[in-house]
């Protein structure tokens, strides 16, 4: 029976390749815009899962209250974490990074321009599941003065030399010792670091404000112990906090708080100022979640009136087979059947799809996305699934739309006039009509934002002006001479220098 229907299914569609192909390619455009955006959901979604004490994990938050104001921020100052090891007891070590910067390391005398470069303490590689390609993972932080390169910035400097134990100025002021290689960070991992230079290194600096008084500029992590309850070590803070700023802080009208964040919800969840540059947002994904299933709903519908109107003309097909003494249920498998053919070979040209225009699509959301990776196997078999789903769902309508027709009406020819008005059709087509009205509507809308934001008057011309970073202190100390040379070159016009790009916001540090 199957083997017979499968051949009848396959026959109609060869029969009707018109209405097959529109049908088949229309399916498979609104699979494969809703299967690219649900991968950009689960990518999402899955940020930061993969580390294996990722429930023990957890970001410190500082939040300041000032006159009922309260300004929660994911930096603090450096002093905070070694107390939190010393004095709050569900704690088992911390980890603390400065916030990334762009500098350029010198080796053989060659520049090489380098961004999210970071101080480190060596237990980092005790709180994540990141592995080092080359060096001790228990050690390569641990000296003052010693950095672990990413991958690719490695392949940058050294090509294929060997770069453990070769020496790098970092912005031809702090001579670094390569200890270790790691790993490009995984595009799901809110840490994305290009070198990580030891933590120890800033305490043989100057003026570097490491205590708790002075210098916002550190991520902290937690690692709290097994069994350790996060409501009672928040419950520690306010005493904890008294002890070490708020007695002095309180004298300004200024008392410091302090929040912990589970590292799986650090990506999406996270509501605080100057969060890392690869912040999510909980608003794209219910934008894109809703998008997706529009979109999905827009094509099942398309199926649907399309595989209804075609079934009307085989009306007399569906007669001659009850005649014959086709039973009710028999027909609607049949129907049905077609139905999950038709996905199954939509989900396969949408497939087809993706692998075309996925690079053009990473292009767009800025992220390195793929589906054809052995991690996402279950992503592919759950796709034949919803294919299956969306085939029985899409084609039951018309299956028992069709199988309800009477064969004695059918065969004297007066079928047309006995079907009805189309009702349920029509209420499909106003809803799938509705649907893409909304997203044109919503799409006309945000493409007028963003050309407003491109085309806004800010009141100065940026055109051909060119940022040059210089980070070293020895550029700032021959301003004078940068911007002689500078003002040499063919086509500059003139020179001009600050401590931060005009519009971003400048860093400060603040005295009581």
């Not at 100057?206 to 002075?214: F, P, S």
């Not at 302090?258 to 590292?263: A, H, Q, S």
């Not at 912040?279 to 709903?297: E, P, Q, R």
């Not at 793929?370 to 592919?380: D, P």
């Amino acid at each position: 029976m199957f083997k017979n229907n499968l051949l009848v299914a396959i026959r109609n569609l060869w029969r009707n390749k018109g209405f097959s192909i529109i049908n088949i390619l229309g399916l498979a455009i609104g699979l494969a815009a809703t299967i690219l955006l649900f991968l950009y959901i689960f990518h999402e979604l899955s940020f930061d899962r993969f580390h294996s004490q990722k429930d023990r994990i957890y970001r410190v938050h500082y939040i300041s209250e000032s006159e009922g104001v309260f300004t929660s921020s994911s930096i603090m100052t450096a002093g905070i974490g070694p107390s939190i090891i010393e004095e709050l007891p569900e704690v088992q070590t911390m980890m603390r990074f400065s916030n990334p910067t762009n500098g350029f390391f010198t080796y053989k005398d060659k520049n090489y321009h380098i961004r999210d470069i970071s101080y480190v303490d060596s237990s980092f590689f005790t709180l994540f599941d990141f592995t080092l390609l080359e060096g001790n993972a228990e050690l390569a932080l641990d000296e003052p003065f010693t950095v672990v390169l990413g991958e690719s910035t490695v392949q940058k400097i050294f090509g294929d030399e060997d770069p453990i134990g070769k020496v790098i100025s970092l912005n031809n002021e702090e001579p670094l010792k390569v200890t270790g290689v790691i790993p490009d960070f995984p595009s799901n991992s809110h840490l994305q670091l290009q070198a990580m230079v030891s933590f120890t290194s800033l305490y043989h600096k100057q003026n570097m404000y490491l205590d708790w008084n002075g210098g916002h500029n550190y991520y902290t992590y937690v690692l709290l112990k097994k069994g350790a309850d996060p409501d009672q070590l928040k419950a520690r803070f306010p005493a904890f906090l008294e002890k070490h700023i708020n007695y002095l802080y309180r004298e300004v009208g200024v008392v410091m708080h302090m929040d912990i964040c589970p590292l799986p919800d650090v990506h999406l969840y996270a509501d605080v100022d100057y969060d890392i540059n690869t912040k999510g947002s909980t608003t794209n994904i219910i934008i894109f979640t809703t998008v997706a299933l529009f979109i999905l709903l827009i094509a099942c519908i398309n199926y649907m009136n399309l595989a209804t109107a075609r079934a009307l003309r085989r009306a007399r097909e569906v007669g001659i087979r009850k005649v014959v003494g086709a039973r009710r249920s028999l027909i609607i498998r049949q129907f049905i059947g077609e139905s999950v053919l038709i996905s199954l070979i939509a989900l396969l040209l949408a497939l087809l799809l993706i692998r075309i225009f996925q690079t053009d699509f990473n292009m767009l959301i800025g992220k390195t996305l793929a589906l054809y990776t052995q991690s996402n196997l279950w992503i592919i078999a759950f796709l034949i699934g919803l294919s299956i789903m969306i085939g029985i769902l899409a084609g039951s309508y018309p299956a028992f739309y069709v199988s309800r027709f009477r064969p004695v009406l059918i065969l004297k020819g007066s079928f047309a006039s006995a079907k009805g008005k189309p009702i349920v059709r029509n209420i499909l087509v106003i809803i799938q009509f509705f649907i893409s009205a909304s997203l044109i509507i919503c799409t006309l809308v945000i493409y007028g934002q963003l050309a407003y934001i491109k085309d806004k008057d800010l009141g100065y011309n940026a055109e051909n002006v060119m940022i040059l970073e210089f980070p070293s202190k020895q550029s700032k100390l021959n301003l004078s001479v940068l911007r002689s040379e500078l003002s040499k070159i063919a086509g500059v016009e003139k020179v001009a220098a600050a401590s931060d790009i005009p519009g971003w916001g400048f860093t400060s540090n603040g005295y009581m």
